[in-house]
């Protein structure tokens, strides 16, 4: 029995070959679970499935970055996102404590300047430091400050948050006065004026870009012997990042598309099977049995249709934790009803055929009826059904999202497409935030279609094109 | 010869017809009687015809045999052991030893079945066989006997890519696997094309011959009930009107109803296939929730009298010759019969004495 069960799995699968749709949906499976399982080599930003709402994981990324492929379409390129670690800081003596020097040097060749340049050093103990952004035109602009306390931590000097009057100060030196008195320090664009030519103009950003190598020199002086200088690093936010951008709060988006993947699939696919399985085996025990059962059955049935499943998983979200595995349970206690219809009527129309008969003359048990004879036939159905409640229950969980009962411990496409709607991607132009996910969901639920309906070719001897 | 297999007394199949709230209230029940105290017994090794219009009752009485239906009353006695209600393990034994061809050959098998799975099943149910090698081997054996060969093309066919003949041989092998001794063939030939019926029913019969089958042929077709049955009833509304040995029944026929069934045939024969007939009938079949009261056949038969309705029904008497007649009149119809021969043929003499002078 189990061998030629098999067997039949086995001529199953070489008709599904030559179903040529039926090969691209499983092209794109494939294609999904292996972006699942390979998921930590190809992001940049390997923990964004755990640490998506955590800003500080985010903090050094730019804020609402074009995908880096924007570069190819446009006249004027952006300057993409870039880190450059020190691999060599020099140390000497310096009377009680110590000196650390390091230099980081950034290459620039764009048209736009990044959106900032953050210098991160992690010291320990006391320090004081200073930072000269020396350009290729040798022209430099130095930043000091001295940070106490114990223990190590992350130094940040951000240009356009701490380098604002230091450049304001270095444009005056070139640039019209007039243009000085009606701007401030507070109103320059810092990175525009280290990234242009020292000319005038280069406050209101219409100066030409200045290309070459940029060299950050870091000094740091420990106070102490227990003060020293770990690390330093110059990380650059470019306008451009990474093959899908950034969000406005710095998440890089295709991390967090690959991340909710995973939940797609986990979502779609567990909650569509558990639902259509208990909905077919309910609509044809239901069909089958008839009378006082089947009463009983359709009563339960309405019931369960005619809750509303919204309210019910607002107070479920009230009562428990929101977790991602109730959302799976309740939509499944809610979405099995969706086939029992179809199916019912489906089993009323196949339990009057003369082979069941024929099978109850030979007598086949109830059981083998119902496996052997009914449930069979529904397959392609259930897969249809399957295929198209994966898309529904993907965007419920979107739209339990969307009022914030969503589990917020997961990145889904849902979740990035709530926050993208809350905070008006579509009508500040951050298309990257909203079609990615949009696709992505499209994508899963053609996914499924096209394996359900390549599985109705076979399954249903009739619709085979002989 | 007439060792009886299947005994059935005074059988009895009333369906309840579903009411509305009114009706309950009242506590009215109608019953379709759709079949009525019928007795008959079948002898073992012979080919028992059963038939009538649509909605006589003959479908349901093979189903009752069939033990698909649930009998209401009267008893079925198989081999000298009471059927009449069986349950598990006894139900088991019966069914292993009678089996039913259903009259449509594309609805019989599960179209998502092979021919290999359709005569796997009767095997796996009953636990036939010690593997699925072994129970092979018995499928291919039937295929040969059904004359579906190479067995190796058939059993990999889905139903739908046999024709209508093979669909029924591979019915017919289905019906075998058990080795059954009664076999129920409901119309079994009725959907088939003319030219296969006669191999068909040739199969049949060679397979009684050898096997020592017992058939029970139901159909509305008189012709090849005449060919093909040992024994004919003729049922009539739930009841059976008229038995004897086919030859019998169909030449000498006794009941006004079944006269009329047979003027119905049509025959292809130049000069009668273009007559519309005269058959002797009147009106409709009655509903069979209302069954009329004396003879059931009395308000559609030409030569019924006051007593037909007035008096209680009529009996199945012998009248000689194993031949069962329900008709109080018989005699006397059977001389008003020769009567009528006798004065047509008169004058079929004085028309074709015209002829030649006009």
Redesign the interface.
Known sequence: MKKRDFSQLRSMWSEFRRIKFGMVGLALLGMFVVVVLIEPLIVPFPDAATRWRDMTYWVDNPRNAKPAWVNWFTSKDYAPSARIQSDNIVSGEFGAGKLYQAELPYKYSWDKAPSDVTLRMNVTGNARYEAEFIRPDGLSVTYQKTSQGAGTRDLRISVAQNLQPQLYQFAGKYEDPRVMQSTSASTINPLAVLFSQAEKGALLSGSKPLDGTYTVRVKVVAADATSSLNEAELIVAGGVQGVLGTDNMKRDLWSGLIAGTKWALIIGLLTSFIAVVVGVIYGVTSGYYGGFVDSLMNRIYEIFSSVPLLPILIVMSAVFKPSIWIMIAMMCIFFWVGPVRTVRSIALQIKEASYIEAARGLGASNRRILMRHMIPQLVPYAFASMALSVPGAIVYEASISLIGLGDATRVTWGQILQAAFSSGAVLQGIWWWVVPPGVAIALMGMTFAFIGFAMDTILNPKLKTR | MSEPILVAENLTKWFPVKRNLTQVMKGNRTWVRAVDRISFTINKGEIFGLVGESGCGKTTTGKLI???LEITDGTLEMKGENATHLRGAA??KY??EV??I???PY??????FTVRDVLM??LE??KVGKD?KEREVWVREILDEVKLSPPDEFLVR?P?MLSGGQRQRA?TA?TLM?SPSIIVADEPVSMIDLSTRAEILHMMRQLQREMGLTYVYITHDLSTARYFTDRLAVMYLGKIIEMGVAGSVIDRTLHPYTKALIAAVCEPVSGKVNRIKDVPIKGEIPAATNIPPGCRFHPRCLYAVEECWQEEEPTLDDIGGGHLVACRRWAEIERLGAAARTSEASLGTRKSSFAPSA
Do not use: T, W, Y
Not at chain 2, 107 to 112: A, G, I, K
């Open positions: 069939m033990k698909l139900l088991e069914r292993r089996q039913m259903f009259q449509d609805s019989s098998m599960n179209p998502r099943e009767p149910i009953h699925a889905h739908h019915a289905r058990l």
